[in-house]
């Protein structure tokens, strides 16, 4: 076995000579682990060899596991900003009965590696540009605007922000500390909560209201939020709430912009029952599957064992992004799809139906 010691100065070396991660599939190294809250774990991450980390600020990566012998995708927001590019932070809610957010924050520990790929998303501040910012956020919802937050105060002076953001009490705000750090150094950084309960053990600087954000609430904590652009994330009920609330408030949506990362929808691995409906032939290369016109792409795909990125099941993350050669189906989202992708026949498996004979390229 060797001796030899690798001085820091040569760390430091590789690093500055590292080269840049844009996009694909990388093998992380967790460096760092630590509670946010009482079920919200953060993981610091560095390139198993020396990289930088280049993405727009509210993307996320896919993490690649074997859970209890199955091969699972998990899409999670990256929490630290580009600014600081030698280590990204991933921050994860623990889900009652959640499969993989359990298995990782039980399972990876500090020296222990796990494969991501990304970064993908167009809920970020490069695409979505703006001069004044809202963001609204609840729970875990708050990640992509974290590091949203830090990308913009580390790299323009005097950057319009309003950061309001919703949990169940005190003891549930994430990044807490490091927010009122933020918002302490930065004078056009303002950060405001809304409580649902808990006011006995309100923070001495606490700023905002108590129960669910409102009109009065919402024009009581960010008053110009008219003259804003608005990015919110949460679970589906608050993400549904805030966007029928701007809408009764004659929000301009052009400047409404929002991106949801809740459980992953339960799959039935069940046959389905057999249905008079036309079947469909779904051919993949030189795979042949028929398929019932209820079924999704992402259904035809797994059942014949060919690999795909299936994250959020949801139409969210578009991992599962795949391109319709020849065939009609009909997709009920779009989301992370660009024009010119649509235009050429690209579609999210997991949420694109079979409408006729389909081939399909993946």
Known sequence: MSTDLISPAHCDEQKLNSPTWQH????????EKWQETHDVVSFRFQG?????????????????????????YRSYTISSSPSRPYSIVVTIKRIEGGIFSNYIAESLNVGETISASGPDGVF??????????????????ITPMYSMSRWLTDTKVGADITFLHCAKS?????FRNELDTVNFNNPEFK????????????PASFDGETGRINADSLKKLADDYQERTIF???????????????????????NYHQESFGNAPQV?????????????????????????????????????G???????????????????????????SEMTLTADEIAQGYVLACSTKIKSNVTLAL
């Not at 930088?52 to 859970?67: I, N, S």
């Not at 005190?170 to 994430?174: F, K």
Request: net charge negative; charged share 25%; proline share 5%.
């Open 232 to 254: 919110v994330c949460g679970p589906e009920p608050f993400m549904l709430g805030v966007k029928a609330l701007l809408g009764s408030l004659n929000f301009d949506m052009n």
């Open 24 to 31: 694909g599939e990388v093998t992380l190294l967790c460096v």
């Open 48 to 72: 198993v060899e020396p990289v930088k980390f280049q993405f727009k600020p509210g993307q996320f990566v896919t993490f690649k596991a074997e859970v209890e012998g199955e091969l699972v």
């Open 191 to 202: 950060l405001k909560y809304i409580l649902e309960s808990g006011s006995e053990s309100m």
């Open 306 to 332: 060919l690999p795909i990125i299936a994250a959020c099941r949801a139409g969210v993350c578009g991992a599962c992004k795949c391109k319709v050669i020849e065939g009609e189906t009909e997709s009920t």
């Open 124 to 141: 970020n501040i490069v695409d979505i540009k703006a001069d004044k910012y809202l963001f609204l956020s609840a729970g875990s919802g």
């Open 268 to 304: 039935d691995n069940a046959p389905l029952a057999t249905s008079s409906a036309a079947k469909f032939m779904l051919r993949i290369g030189d795979n042949k599957r028929e398929m019932d016109p209820n079924q999704t792409l992402l259904d035809g795909i797994e059942a014949e």
């Open 170 to 174: 005190p003891q549930d705000l994430i």
